[in-house]
């Protein structure tokens, strides 16, 4: 399926896409990859410069919603993996209209392509546990559970799953959606709460903990994505859906302490700040689909955030010129009035209700 296949990777240029592009050309020596990707804020594109000179990558700069630039693409292509997408919880909470664009009706754009073009011979939506809502504690999300997201961002990812569903009824075009818990890793935008804290930590600046801190998120190293989705591409059934985790749950607080300590930086930087709005205070999933086909993660908590720690602080080019861009305003709507009415971390005292 992928050995010389022609593939096109939509949002390439983004964190788990170019992780994913360079997968795949490592593992393939034989595959051609196109990367479409609009260059959005959260892309970058030296995060592709290492295969920029070589024959088997192209790349296309341009929207999945532009139909007449994506036929074109569609009918060069056997496999598709579709990363475009908004992904930033916090931005979706400003401003959603960017998100139902792309993670709806620019999924909608390709699989409307993809079944009018029979050299397609695999569809894999690059999809999110956020799509099944908050879990209950001890709970995992099944495949085949119903769906409740609860962010704008969450209904766009959940939108764009049932138009994948819709196509595979109605036309047998042969999609497989993949529904992964948090990634982390090298390039990841430093919006996220991760690279955010880490590079806050390298700066001495304060980690904006939400709320408590207490809410569980299950961490995926993106290596162990890639090669998960490298399976389901391969081995996958079309129709079907794979929930894709490493049971690495762990809560935020002490997830700001490991980094912390990783850093060797005090945790009187963290401060608990304003909670989001909305927050879903718990994702977990059932990843025993994919395993069944062979899957199993190589990173735990520990070593996926060692990794990412250590790229962060080997790669200062990469993020450091990000805050002085138009991040700087997002972090100061996002940031500034809740550090300013933060509490501080006191290791007697607890975490604030
Ligand atoms: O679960 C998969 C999802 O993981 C992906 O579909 C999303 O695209 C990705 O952004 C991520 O969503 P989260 O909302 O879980 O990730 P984020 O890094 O924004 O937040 C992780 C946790 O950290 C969450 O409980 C909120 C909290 N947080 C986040 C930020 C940015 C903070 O406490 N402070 C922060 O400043």
Redesign the pocket.
């Known amino acids: 399926m992928l050995d010389d296949a022609r593939i096109l990777v939509t949002g390439g240029c983004g964190f788990i896409g170019s992780n994913f592009i360079l997968h795949l050309l490592e593992r393939y020596p034989d595959c051609r990859v196109v990367n479409l990707d609009k260059l959005t804020y959260a892309s970058n594109h030296a995060n592709l410069r290492d295969v920029e000179g070589d024959p088997r990558y192209r790349f296309v700069q341009g929207d999945i919603c532009d139909g007449e630039l994506v036929d074109g693409l569609m009918a060069e292509v056997d496999v598709v993996f579709n990363f475009a ?1 908004e ?4 931005r979706s909470l400003m401003e959603a209209g960017s998100f139902i664009l792309t993670d709806v009706l620019g999924t909608h754009v390709l699989l409307d392509s993809a079944r009018r073009h029979p050299n397609v011979k695999r569809f894999v939506q690059v ?4 799509v099944y809502g908050e879990m209950s504690p001890g709970a995992r999300a099944k495949e085949s559970d119903p769906l409740h997201p609860r ?1 704008p ?2 209904a766009s ?1 959940a939108g764009g799953d049932a138009q994948c569903n819709a196509f595979f009824e109605t036309y047998g075009l042969p999609v497989i959606i993949t529904r ?4 982390i890793g090298p390039r990841q935008h430093i ?4 690279p ?2 880490v590079t806050s930590a390298m700066r001495d600046e304060p ?5 408590d ?1 207490r ?4 961490w995926l190293y993106v290596e162990d994505h890639c090669r998960a989705l490298e399976l389901i591409a391969r081995e996958g059934e079309p129709g079907e859906v794979y929930n894709i985790g490493a049971d690495n749950q762990e809560e ?1 607080i002490r ?2 302490k490991a980094l912390l300590q990783l850093l060797e930086k005090p945790l009187s930087l963290i401060r608990f ?1 304003e ?2 709005k909305g ?3 718990r ?1 977990a999933v059932d990843s025993s689909k994919l395993r069944a086909l062979g899957w199993a993660p190589q990173h735990d908590f520990l070593s996926a955030l060692e990794r990412t720690v250590q790229w962060y602080q080997e790669n200062r080019w990469w993020w450091e010129p990000i805050y002085a861009g138009p991040f700087r305003d997002y972090y100061q709507r ?2 500034g009035d809740r550090l300013a009415s933060g509490v501080p971390y006191d290791p007697e005292g607890g975490t604030p209700q």
């Open positions: 997408a992904t930033h919880v916090d999809s999110t546990d956020e962010s961002y969450a990812k992964a818990a948090n990634n919006e996220k709460m991760v955010l804290f980690l904006p903990l939400y709320g801190g809410q569980v998120r299950d935020n997830l700001a700040v909670d989001r927050h879903d205070r994702y996002q940031y």
